[in-house]
């Protein structure tokens, strides 16, 4: 079965600054999708940024981008010029390719310190 | 781009009653939606995936008789929970996704349930 692992239960950084969320998973398969997702305090899930296994370039959105390590089986998501609203949880998925269902990673509370 | 709503977006009932709680793919055809519960400071955890015209499928441990699920059309799945307990206050999620299994995941605004 999948698992995926976010070890930073929380993080924070200066306003401005960089910080980077890890995830790793476990899988056996070859082609699968990884997101990462954030939950702001009004608890709407937001994608953050997308990531398909069989692409070798790390996915990028704006202040955001991955470092997708595939071999590793890791997932770290990267924000730049962190912003106020930033703030939230982020919370690292897996999707399979034959499976609709979304394997979740416990969430890192990202803290912004103004 | 893709809208799912969630409705009611809060709700308080009283211990013995049921709820029922509304998940609506807006401009697209879902072809299956699935149903979180959050607890606080927790990720989130699948409940059940519901098909269009067929019997929703639950994760172990969830009370099928509890939490019915239907899904009737490709744009409305709906979550009742029946003589409902303060243990079932918490944090509901639905999602909805289109034909494809690449297709990408909506999520509602969540429903906020308290049992008195």
């Known amino acids: 079965a999948q698992t995926v692992t976010q070890s930073q239960p929380e993080m924070s950084v200066q306003e401005a600054e960089t910080v980077t969320l890890s995830c790793t998973y476990d899988t056996s398969e070859s082609d699968y999708y990884l997101f990462w997702y954030k939950q702001p305090p009004s608890r709407q899930m937001i994608l953050v940024i997308r990531q398909e296994a069989y692409k070798q370039q790390n996915a990028t959105e704006n202040r955001f981008s991955v470092n997708f390590q595939k071999a590793a089986k890791s997932f770290s998501l990267k924000i730049s010029d962190s912003q106020l609203g930033d703030a939230a949880m982020y919370f690292c998925?897996?999707?399979?390719?034959?499976?609709?269902?979304?394997?979740w990673g416990a969430g890192t509370k990202l803290i912004i310190k103004p | 781009g893709a809208v799912v709503s969630q409705h009611p977006s809060w709700v308080i009932c009283k211990s013995g009653t049921s709820v029922k709680i509304e998940c609506r793919s807006l401009?697209?055809?879902?072809?299956?939606m699935f149903w979180y519960r959050q607890f606080p400071k927790q990720s989130l955890m699948l409940m059940a995936t519901?098909?269009?015209?067929?019997?929703?499928?639950?994760e172990q441990g969830v009370e099928k008789d509890k939490f019915l699920i239907n899904h009737a059309s490709l744009t409305l799945s709906t979550l009742t929970v029946t003589s409902a307990h303060p243990e079932d206050s918490s944090f509901y999620i639905c999602s909805a996704s289109g034909q494809y299994v690449n297709s990408p995941l909506h999520f509602g605004n969540g429903t906020r349930l308290t049992v008195t």
């Open positions: 401009d697209f055809q879902a072809t299956t």
């Open positions: 998925a897996y999707r399979s390719d034959s499976n609709y269902q979304l394997i």
């Open positions: 519901s098909n269009e015209g067929s019997k929703a499928t639950y």
